[in-house]
């Protein structure tokens, strides 16, 4: 009986060790929900400003573009507590342009189609993470190709030739389950000058800026 009773009180003893043993084992961290890759799909409308220069005559002529685009992209983030920093690559298809009487005083006037008919951009991020949801800046290369005809004709080289530029912007994401987000940018797109037509003593070139706001899904691995 004497063995059995000290048994017990070596047992009940040990007890509250063996619990401070086992609540104080450290744990293995979970990997953030926000690391790793990702494609997505999105929608998006944009507006902006296509600018006309000639060296025969002083002065710009602006003309108002829109329309729609559909993207999809691929990207990777890493992120450490509320930090996040990644890259993105994307592709939309779009028709944001203009149709319409272009008039470039002294030199012509024609019945101009602009559209932009491709755009890709390679896209550094950064943002802060709070929950569910990330806040995040944006900021790239992008390279667009585009249509341009006159009275129905098709002008030469513009299409073979892509534009270049930048994007920057800022968007945020919201995840809605353990591997999907739902993600609302916004980017502002300048591309550089671009000589449309070069003739009769002058060379009319072209600049394009535009405004866009788009919405998607995001699929992350």
Known sequence: MKFIAA??????????????????????????????????????????TLNFTTDAAPGQLSSSIGGLEAVIRAGY???????????????SISNIGLTGNVTIPDIASTEAEYRLTGLGTLRARVGVIQHNNLFYAHAGAAIATMSVSADGNDVAGVIDNPRFGFVGGVGHEYAVAEHATIQTEYSYVHLGEFDVFTGAGATLTDQLSFHKISTGLNFRF
């Open 7 to 48: 048994a017990l009180i070596s047992s009940i003893t040990a007890l509250p060790t063996a619990a401070a043993d086992y609540l104080t084992t450290p744990t293995v961290q979970q990997t953030s929900p926000w690391s790793g890759s990702y494609i997505g799909v999105s929608g998006g409308v944009g507006s902006g």
């Open 77 to 91: 983030d890493y992120s450490q507590e509320s930090f996040l920093a990644g890259f993105v690559a994307d592709y």
